[in-house]
């Protein structure tokens, strides 16, 4: 078992995250904000040029890694751009892409679009999407109401993929807080020397990485569970959606303590950041609800994780 992303997927992060940010970087997200119905004339194009619509992460491994990057890249920038969904789309129904969605009061940051989209639940219930109403993104991210009709109960394999990418989007948006908040703590001065010099600062700022790598290690996990078609391939991205947000939390709630006041104002980039990770953290269900999901579905069996027994031939040393 090789859970690490290819030397070629990680290549193509790197290349797709410097596309970004000659693109515009921090400016992306809030020309989405200032002029929403751009959204897919602006962003699409540029995902596009780096191959994004090419990829097929349902039908190849590699693929499916460089997708995995490339959402990680688009959450470093904040990109105000449903990439993940769109990436996860189902290949036996006409549509752009695919939305994970709660049985109850569905909805998605996908307004201003005028794309087509397939609903799923977390049972498998596929449904044709009727995007609600556009509301201001300064409130709303995106985010709207969506009208749901049934098409089948077939999409029972499309929902881990539909959670995990979205992961490794916000993953890609904690690398970027701990970023910002690094350099940060190197350059403002308190009591004449460094805020990162101050032991406080660096047992914060080492909870929030660890709670990062966390993340990192887990999406690795989940995403190489998918490629090997594992039945509890569903288990392990609700185990790591779980991880993800409460992860963000911490990482969030440091990176806003460190930065002070200025953190919360827009001429900050982790205010964006900060603010355009709600959706994310919230839908298809937030951390209460998605960790109730997971419970009823383990039972009292637990994940089967690395040394389960469907790995028992790949680690001969372990005992028995």
């Not at 693109?23 to 995902?47: I, K, N």
């Not at 908040?181 to 047992?203: D, I, M, S, W, Y």
Request: hydrophobic share 50%; charged share 20%.
């Amino acid at each position: 078992m090789n859970i690490e992303l290819s030397a070629d997927a990680l290549e193509f992060g790197r290349q797709a995250s410097l596309a970004l940010a000659a693109a515009g970087g921090d400016e992306l997200v809030q020309l989405g904000e200032r002029e929403p119905a751009r959204r897919e004339s602006v962003f699409a194009p540029v995902l596009a040029r780096l191959g994004a619509w090419d990829l097929d992460p349902r039908g190849d491994a590699d693929e499916l890694e460089a997708a995995a990057a490339l959402c990680r890249s688009a959450g470093y920038w904040a990109l105000p751009y449903p990439l993940a969904e769109r990436l996860a789309r189902p290949t036996d129904l006409a549509v752009d892409g695919l939305l994970v969605v709660a049985e109850t009061n569905p909805a998605a940051p996908v307004a201003d679009l005028a794309l087509r989209w397939a609903a799923v639940t977390i049972t498998g219930r596929r449904s044709a999407v009727e995007v609600g109403p556009a509301h201001a993104p300064r409130t709303s991210a995106f985010v709207t109401s969506l009208a749901l009709r049934h098409l089948d109960d077939d999409g029972a394999a499309d929902v881990a993929l539909g959670l995990v990418l979205p992961c490794w989007t916000l993953l890609g948006m904690l690398d970027r807080a701990l970023d910002l908040t690094r350099a940060h703590v190197l350059l403002r001065e308190q009591f004449g020397k460094p805020l990162a010099q101050l032991q406080g600062v660096q047992f914060q700022f080492t909870d929030a990485e660890v709670e990062r790598s966390g993340v990192d290690m887990l999406a690795k996990y989940a995403l190489w569970s998918i490629q090997a078609g594992r039945p509890e391939a569903l288990d392990d991205a609700l185990a790591l959606r779980s991880a993800a947000i409460e992860a963000a939390e911490i990482v969030f709630r440091v990176a806003h303590q460190l930065h002070g006041a200025i953190g919360f104002c827009d001429e900050s980039p982790l205010s964006w950041l900060s603010r355009y990770s709600l959706p994310l953290r919230r839908l298809p269900l937030g951390l209460s609800a998605t960790s109730e999901v997971l419970t009823d579905r383990l039972g009292r069996t637990g994940l089967t994780g690395l040394f389960g027994a469907g790995h028992a031939d790949e680690y001969p040393g372990v005992a028995r």
